[in-house]
């Protein structure tokens, strides 16, 4: 076998523009789930039963279903009801930004109920509401020792992003296929793709330790 650097030389600018898309999609998704998943999982703490039976259904479901399936329901099955063809990227990022949400709840619930209970009621006894004392004193505390799993929820997106390709978003996955179609070229593409993913994925796992270890240097004054 013949090993042809050359096609990888002609096809890298192509990948990284997929590779952008991918590094777009997920961080609109993982920002989008951070959103949905401080909400939901504040609502599985919460001590009015109906809200924190609905997060805790929407948590099981979505986390006990593929990702794959999602997207399909999201932009084949959906469709069928509201009467409308849905954009890709749109259905790329609502599913993937539910599914991370998923995630990010249980995330955030782990993250609040590691800070002392005697937190909350400190900033009750100082006349603060519910919500003032969550926004002003347990958020900012819990997201310090969150970032590392939020990292690798970012870095899981990153790499299960690849999934949109079944509905021909042309991400970098996607690329590497068409490349190879034309090309048949599949050693080089999947090994330069591989190559791409690991470099992003190293990056990302970079810069949450320098978060970390900055955070934890700012507690210690």
Excluded at 103 to 128: C, H, N, P, T, W
Aim: aromatic residues 12%; glycine residues 8%.
């Amino acid at each position: 076998m013949n090993f042809d650097f050359d096609l990888i030389i002609r096809s890298f600018p192509l990948l990284l523009m997929g590779a952008g898309v991918t590094v777009q999609i997920s961080a609109l998704s993982v920002s989008f789930g951070l959103l949905i998943g401080m909400f939901v999982g504040m609502a599985r703490l919460s001590v009015i039963w109906p809200v924190k039976m609905l997060a805790a259904v929407y948590v099981d479901v979505i986390r006990g279903t593929p990702l794959l399936v999602q997207i399909f329901l999201i932009y084949f099955a959906l469709p069928l009801v509201v009467g409308q063809r849905i954009d890709p990227f749109i259905a790329a990022i609502t599913a993937c930004s539910v599914n991370s949400g998923a995630y990010v709840a249980e995330i955030f619930r782990a993250g609040i109920q590691s800070i002392d209970k005697g937190q909350m009621e400190a900033g009750r006894s100082l006349g603060m509401t519910w919500a003032q004392t969550m926004r002003y004193i347990i958020l900012p505390q819990a997201f310090k020792r969150i970032i590392p799993p939020l990292g690798n929820e970012f870095i899981a997106m990153l790499k299960d992003s690849s999934l949109v390709s079944v509905i021909g978003f042309e991400e970098l996955t996607r690329r590497g296929q068409l490349i190879i179609a034309r090309t048949y070229g599949s050693f080089e593409i999947w090994l330069t793709v591989a190559f791409i993913y690991l470099m992003m994925t190293f990056t990302i796992s970079r810069v949450v330790d320098y978060l970390e270890r900055r955070y934890k240097t700012d507690d210690k004054h």
